[in-house]
């Protein structure tokens, strides 16, 4: 992670946010609610960008659902950049598109979204908006968004339902990359060309950004 300090000129927060099965997820969310509103105190909200892969992504989706949805009075960061993100409820169409990935997928398998949600809402408690679904959910007041998936992940078959959301939403400013031949959180993976291409990315996203302003990385 040094070199989202080092060559963007931003300050980074990496939440430590509260973890299964003590907590829930609308714990998670609360937390990040909470520390951006901290964050507002000190920085603009349009120089704040949140950062996340993997759960991460599905946890900064959630948080922007739920300050739409409840936590109103707060601003959006000016930028979200969601790296292989998912949710607990899937339509058919993206579950037939992740069952063609998953032959080519080396971490999961399609047949894993239908028990994510005996995982992370066993109870049923979670509103709906928290579990997400690409193709009903409200993404409308978003920020900029730039979304990314690997070409092989399971994930990626929901990209075209995040897209049409995005268009039904008003979402004014988005860009969903799907790279070809590439795993989940791909940019993470650093030692490998195609890893160190998306981290690079990335960082010239939050370089273009106003300097040593606040981004959380989640």
């Given at each position: ?40 105190s ?27 949805k ?9 930028l ?63 920020p900029?968004?730039v ?8 994930f ?10 995005f ?16 795993f ?9 060309k195609?890893?160190?291409q998306?981290e ?19």
């Amino acid at each position: 992670m040094i070199r989202y300090i080092s060559e963007t000129d931003r300050d980074l927060i990496m939440p430590l946010y509260p973890l299964y099965p003590d907590h829930n997820f609308l714990d998670e969310v609360e937390m990040i609610c909470d520390l951006h509103k901290r964050m507002l105190s000190t920085y603009e909200a349009e120089n704040i960008a949140w950062l996340g892969f993997s759960a991460g992504a599905d946890l900064i989706m959630s948080s922007g659902r739920h300050i739409v949805k409840v936590r109103k009075e707060l601003p959006m960061p000016g930028l979200m950049i969601p790296v292989s993100p998912c949710n607990l409820k899937i339509t058919e169409e993206s579950y037939a598109r992740m069952k063609e990935i998953e032959k080519r997928d080396i971490m999961m398998s399609a047949d894993a979204m239908k028990i994510f949600p005996e995982y992370y809402d066993h109870d049923h408690s979670l509103p709906t908006y928290l579990c997400g679904c690409a193709a009903e959910d409200d993404y409308i007041g978003f920020p900029k968004i730039v979304m990314y998936f690997g070409g092989d992940e399971i994930f990626a078959g929901e990209a075209p339902e995040y897209e049409k959301a995005f268009i039904r939403c008003g979402v004014k400013d988005y860009t969903i990359h799907v790279a070809p031949g590439m795993f989940h959180a791909y940019p993470m993976f650093t030692f490998l060309k195609e890893g160190k291409q998306g981290e690079d990315e990335l960082i010239e996203l939050l370089k273009k950004m106003k300097k040593r302003e606040e981004q959380v990385c989640l």
